[in-house]
């Protein structure tokens, strides 16, 4: 039986492994965590993470042929393959703060790994780390080998949250990079060979090292850029009354652009888009190209752009200042369908609008109460992951209280602002809403779910992101 180890129970490897030990039943997996709060919420009934299909999965095989476990060493030494996937955040300090991929985790894993092992292993980079980071784990390994063969191979993960367990299941490309050697063939073909029991051969795409450690990285870029392309034509938009969907949909038409992607939004946020561009802004500088580094920095920018722009459309079009007044806000997680709050540009909002002074309650159907505070309370750079779990009584920020439900945040709200999309949003009562809220009574819609029109029509002043602005609006100064 081959014996599989993920180191990093998150996010990816969670349900990542999930899904290998549910398709491959001849697989033994086993996913290793530091965290013991995180491993123990693996065990139980109420796992770390939402992802819709992914219970079902862990229900179908935990205890059979997947396991979670704190004991690292143990399962590290027993296994053929190991995955790392362990969290590989920007460095906040040192050479390259601000940019830089922290590989500390990675590096620990790795020197672990070396210490523990007593047999030949495939090591996997699941994590997304910078181009040549294999070089660098190689040394690790092999520096104090033992005598022991480690083949490593890049096979980075392309799930997208909310949506992991379909991706899983029937992914665009399985890529596979490794060492162009006869024992480097032999582990990629180890490595497909699990794959192939549900991907398709021709969907298992194998290359170098280096693109695939790369193409990781370009793939969230172009993503990211995308949405930053709508998003700057979404304030094109507003200042001449094209409206950003039909023009996203015009555009979308042509097979060679395709109609993907292509939605106008609050921002773009999650954990990997930004943290991705960064590092490869970060490897195209250290590689002396600057020109390619300021061109992806722009990708960031226009992201920051965005969100600057939302708030200060929230603060103008209410009399130039929110002090005191009530906001609700409809929605935290970083888009729908999953819990995570990771550089969700909710908190960018928010706190543009706590420090105009505004009071504010917030909803989101997945997002705890802890986590919105402790986002709310700390600086960007002030927590290190995984966030989720970790024990801590939050200092409550004064002007924020969490609500039950959509109603009672916008209960007596001057303003509601939508920065999820999730889809229980596009149903509500807004005639209710209306009715209980100060008038005028303000929609800001950051993800396009709502229909302005039927809004306007029961007495909403409503702005949305890239579409004709009512007149309540044009008469306002432009928003920069
Ligand atoms: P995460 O923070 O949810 O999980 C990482 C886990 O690794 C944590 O539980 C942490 O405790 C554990 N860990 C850290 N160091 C460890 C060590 N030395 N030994 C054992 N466990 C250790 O992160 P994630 O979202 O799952 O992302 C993991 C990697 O995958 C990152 O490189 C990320 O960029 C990449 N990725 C993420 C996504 C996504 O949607 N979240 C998608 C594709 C790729
Ligand atoms: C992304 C990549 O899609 C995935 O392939 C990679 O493995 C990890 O990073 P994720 O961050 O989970 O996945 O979600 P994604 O669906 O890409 O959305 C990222 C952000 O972009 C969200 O805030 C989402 O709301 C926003 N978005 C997405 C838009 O604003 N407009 C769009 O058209 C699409």
Not at 185 to 192: S, T
Not at 259 to 265: G, I, R, T, V
Not at 426 to 444: C, G, S, T
Request: hydrophobic share 40%; net charge neutral; charged share 25%.
């Amino acid at each position: 039986m081959v014996k599989i180890c993920c180191i990093g129970a998150g996010y990816v490897g969670g349900p990542t492994m999930a899904v290998i030990a549910l398709k491959c039943p001849s697989i033994e997996v086993v996913v290793v965590d530091i965290s013991v709060n995180r491993i123990a919420a693996w065990n139980s009934d109420q796992l770390p993470i939402y992802e819709p299909g992914l219970d079902d999965a862990v229900k179908q095989c935990r205890g059979k042929n997947l396991f979670f476990s704190t004991d690292i060493e143990k399962h590290v030494s027993e296994a053929d393959i190991i995955f790392v996937s362990v969290n590989t955040p920007t460095k906040t300090r040192g050479l390259g703060a601000g940019k830089a991929a922290d590989l500390t985790y990675w590096e620990s894993a790795a020197r672990m790994i070396a210490d523990v092992s007593k047999s030949d292993k495939i090591v996997v980079e699941k994590s997304t780390v910078p181009v040549k980071t294999a070089e660098a784990i190689e040394k690790i390994l092999t520096h104090n080998s033992k005598g022991i063969n480690y083949q490593i191979l890049s096979n980075p993960e392309f799930l997208a949250e909310g949506t992991a367990m379909q991706d899983l299941f029937k992914p665009d490309r399985v890529l596979i990079g490794g060492r162009e050697t006869p024992e480097g063939r032999k582990a990629v073909q180890a490595l497909k060979d699990v794959y192939a029991h549900w991907v398709p051969e021709d969907r298992i795409l194998t290359t170098n090292l280096w693109s695939a450690e790369l193409s990781k990285l370009a793939a969230n870029a172009f993503l990211a850029q995308r949405i930053s392309s709508i998003n700057a034509i979404s304030a094109l938009c507003e200042a001449t009354g094209a409206n950003v969907s039909e023009v996203a949909y015009a555009v979308g038409k042509d097979s060679r652009i395709g109609p993907k992607f292509l939605n106008a939004s609050v921002g773009f946020g999650g954990s990997c888009f930004q943290k991705d561009i960064l590092n490869l802004v970060y490897i195209s500088e250290c590689n002396g190209l600057s020109v390619v580094a300021n061109y992806w920095k722009q990708v960031i920018q226009i992201n920051d752009y965005q969100k600057n722009r939302f708030v200060n459309r929230v603060v103008s079009s209410m009399f130039n200042t929110v002090s005191g007044k009530k906001i609700a806000v409809l929605g935290f997680a970083f888009k729908k369908d999953t819990g995570d709050t990771r550089e969700t540009p909710a908190i960018d909002v928010c706190k543009g609008l706590l420090r105009d002074k505004a009071t504010i309650s917030i909803y989101d159907p997945q997002v705890t109460d802890d986590q919105i505070q402790r986002d709310l309370a700390t600086n960007k750079f002030d927590w290190d992951h995984p966030v989720h779990l970790q024990p801590m009584s939050p200092t409550a920020v004064k002007q924020v209280s969490i609500a039950w439900d959509a109603y009672e945040a916008a209960k007596g709200a001057h303003g509601v602002c939508i920065l999820t999309e999730w889809d229980e949003f596009k149903e509500l009562d807004y005639r209710r809403i209306y009715d209980d809220m100060q008038k005028p009574a303000f929609v800001f819609d950051g993800r396009n779910v709502v229909d302005p029109e039927k809004l306007r029509a029961i007495g909403f002043i409503v702005y949305a992101i890239g579409k004709p602005l009512d007149s309540w609006l044009k008469d306002l100064p432009a928003v920069a």
